[in-house]
């Protein structure tokens, strides 16, 4: 490792805590991920640690923890709004009070005190305000070791991002280049601003702040996030991502992103995220809303790899998350495809609504869940118009005493003639303490419809890892093999730049589950 | 042949649950050599194989056996392979979704790990990979495809003998490889077999019958039954069982037992 690179504060936090070694020893920074050469990956992948889990020491602004009509009033001053989103806010505020959280999710979570967190956290930079372009260091370090680079001359090539640190966004890339398209990305507290015209327009059209108990909670007090318009006709010539971390403590972060896809226009977008190790719970509640017009089509690729608390199940965020696109135009396409990995719960089922005529929806979803972990997840596809597809490929894999449920409704209405969907939904359980669970929901009101429903549990066994270690493959590195062959079908939909990491974030996820 | 010994047992027992099924095996492997054995269902033959390899269904209750120098049952599975020992399985596991490339990457370059050695780059091992493809004629779709998964008998078959062609082990077990093989499979799967012999390496054969060691010639015949190997000879041994059957040996032995 190069010592050098090692901050300042980290060797004096070394000092503080007495932990053996020199002045120069690295231990304090030891969880700092450097160049990603072989080695460093064999490492990574046999030490199975949350790699992501260090705190930027950064200085934060936090509001007093709490939630009122004043503190939403504050959100919106705080960030310049405008009146009629503030209003959107205040509605929304209104609403959740009336609202209990849903609890027919198969998950033991304990009740949240919603008074008792912080509603908005942003990084100040310390020198003050010579130049708004200009991005704390600290953070961009933060990103670095995330593997976001965000200068100029470091930035990913094929890929434009969206940083958002705690409830503000820091950086958008590759904006200009994206611009001459006609692109809009940014992030959704520019686009108030900027494109007060089409977030009005968009905003809350498909997840209203009426849909749930988050959704509502996240209406009211949503920080940032991103906003994507492609013009029409437009091919976006990259993939667009977002990358969510959450830093300061005791605060919850709400983003909220929305991406419109104009007419025989196409988008893929990435989304990652991760959090520090701490031992309270973390809540994160996002909407993400998609809509999709005429022939357009949008891939929405997730890789969830927030903090999922230690192996006892201290820690770790709630990820409660809703997400649903509107295939709106006739012919349009919407495809979600996501890989969770972390987070102590997760509830969340992105959806599709297929209103336009011969529209077609796509889930593709592998969730691990391990020590205490607990997911509830799958999706929705309404179909509301003829002609309309939809298909899910559902892939749980369930280690220690983690809890894995499907949860999937396939509704099809009267008007939806000749819809068709097809659900895979497959549960892979690596030991004899955990459950994975299926919860399919299907509703068809039109005798036109076909639809499907196929399901599998299998475990590993023991003549597949004999096997693999007859040739010399250890048993760790034959579960990865496994399970990667097992999810392949979903992890083949992932852009090429996440498939690698997605594929290696399961090895990791999976270390010591077996044995 | 030299005086060198590739592979010594002595007196090896062991069982799968409670019910001892090796009751004392001694065997001595040179280099070069290739040995057959054979003997009437359930005599324990898989059971030798599964337990030389490390199979952890079986237990080993007593015996040893040493592997040019290294003490075979202290090890894990994957450092016997390591090592050089390879096992060609009887029913071939199938591996969903894991491609054949990906797979013998991870076995070549967990054996060159274990020898301190770095990962074979991409472009070695493709090269590899199609070397090692034509000494069983397997082409190069199946290679693609997923371990076992959806290959008939005879492609499986092959596949092990790819696989014990890539790795070179020191020491081969071929447990029923003939099986479930039609006559021109036979022959390709026998012929990889034979291609790879040196005078380094040697290859145990279990087999049913007379017909692979037509195209795999046996230096030692080893008959076993109940557990112990009760006869030993040369290749005419073989053609005596093919002819009488295993029912004059079984007498002899049982009619020893009871003497006793």
């Known amino acids: ?515 | 042949m030299s005086d060198e010994i590739l592979l010594e047992v002595k007196d090896l027992r062991a069982r799968v649950e409670e019910k001892e099924i090796l009751k004392g095996i001694n065997l001595t492997i040179r280099p070069g050599e290739v040995h057959a054995i054979m003997g009437p269902n359930g005599s324990g033959k898989s059971t030798l194989s599964s337990v030389l390899a490390g199979n952890p269904a079986f237990t080993v209750t007593g015996g040893s056996a040493d592997f040019h120098g290294v003490d075979l049952l202290a090890l894990s599975p994957e450092d016997r392979s390591h090592e050089g020992l390879f096992l060609s399985f009887q029913y071939p596991v199938e591996i969903p979704g894991v491609s054949m490339v990906n797979f013998m990457r991870a076995a070549v370059n967990a054996k060159r790990e274990y020898f301190n050695e770095p990962p074979m780059s991409a472009s070695d091992f493709l090269k590899l990979m199609r070397q090692k493809r034509a000494v069983v004629e397997l082409d190069n779709k199946l290679a693609s495809r997923s371990v076992n998964e959806g290959f008939s008998g005879g492609e499986k078959k092959r596949n092990e003998i790819f696989q014990m062609a890539v790795l070179e082990p020191r020491l081969a077990i071929l447990d029923e490889t003939d099986s479930g093989l039609d006559i021109d499979a036979l022959r390709v799967v026998a012929g990889g077999v034979n291609k790879l012999k040196t005078d380094r390496n040697a290859t145990i054969v279990i087999t049913h019958y007379q017909r692979l060691l037509d195209y795999i010639k046996p230096d030692f015949v080893h008959v076993l039954y109940k557990g112990r190997i009760v006869k030993t000879g040369g290749p005419d041994l073989a053609l005596e069982l093919e002819e009488r059957g295993y029912d004059w040996i079984k007498e002899e032995e049982d009619n020893k037992h009871r003497e006793e």
């Open chain 1, 1 to 515: 490792m190069d010592k050098d690179k090692n901050n300042k504060k980290d060797k004096d936090d070394a000092e503080e805590k007495n932990l053996p070694g020199r002045k120069d020893d690295d231990a304090a920074g030891k969880d700092i991920p450097e160049r990603k050469d072989d080695s460093s990956i064999i490492d990574d992948v046999t030490s199975g640690d949350y790699k992501y889990g260090f705190v930027t020491d950064v200085d934060t602004e936090v509001i007093p923890v709490g939630l009122s009509e004043d503190v939403v009033r504050l959100i919106s001053k705080k960030k310049n709004e405008p009146e009629w989103l503030l209003e959107f806010r205040l509605k929304a505020y209104r609403h959740w009070l009336t609202m209990t959280p849903p609890k027919w999710g198969h998950l033991d979570m304990p009740d949240i005190d919603f008074q008792a967190i912080s509603y908005y956290a942003a990084p100040v930079k310390k020198d003050g305000p010579k130049d708004l372009d200009e991005i704390d260091p600290e953070v961009l370090k933060t990103f670095d070791r995330l593997g976001i680079p965000l200068q100029e001359q470091k930035m990913l090539s094929g890929m434009a991002v969206d940083a958002v640190m705690d409830s503000v966004s820091v950086k958008t890339t590759h904006r200009e280049a994206l611009a001459e398209k006609g692109i809009i990305f940014c992030s959704i507290s520019e686009a108030v601003k900027d494109y007060p015209d089409l977030v009005k327009k968009y905003l809350g059209s498909v997840v209203s702040y009426k849909d749930n108990f988050y959704a509502a909670l996240n209406s009211a007090v949503f920080s940032d996030g991103s906003f994507v318009y492609i013009p029409k006709g437009v091919r976006c010539p990259m993939e667009l991502s977002t990358y969510f971390r959450i830093n300061a403590a005791g605060t919850g972060q709400f983003e909220r992103t929305l991406i419109v896809a104009d007419d025989d226009s196409y988008v893929s977008y990435l989304e990652g995220c991760t959090a520090p190790m701490r031992d309270e719970n973390q809540l994160h509640a996002a909407i993400v809303e998609i809509v999709v017009e005429e022939r357009a089509e949008v891939k929405y690729s997730t890789v969830q790899n927030w903090y999922a608390g230690d192996a006892e199940g201290r820690g770790g965020v709630y990820n409660l998350v809703t997400k649903r696109g509107l295939c709106r135009g006739d012919y349009s396409k919407l495809s979600w495809t996501q890989v969770e990995t972390g987070s102590a719960i997760t509830w969340k089922y992105p959806s599709c609504v297929l209103a336009g005529r011969g529209s077609s929806g796509e889930f593709y979803s592998v969730a691990v869940t391990r020590n205490h972990q607990q997911a509830d997840t799958g999706t929705k596809m309404i179909h509301l118009a003829p002609d309309t597809r939809s298909t899910i490929v559902s892939k749980g894999i369930s280690a220690g005493h983690s809890e894995n449920s499907y949860r999937g409704l396939v509704k099809v209405t009267p008007a939806a003639e000749r819809a068709r969907n097809h659900t895979q939904c497959d549960s892979l359980l690596l030991g004899s303490n955990c459950g994975a669970h299926t919860f399919p929901y299907v509703d068809v009101m039109n005798q036109s419809a076909v639809v499907e429903h196929e399901a599998t549990t299998s475990k590993i066994s023991e003549e597949q890892l004999f096997y693999c270690n007859q040739r010399g493959i250890p048993t760790e590195e034959a579960v990865g093999l496994i399970v990667n062959g097992y999810a392949k079908e979903v992890m083949n939909k992932l852009p090429m730049e996440f498939a690698v990491e997605a594929q290696r974030l399961l090895q990791i996820t999976l270390e010591g589950s077996v044995g």
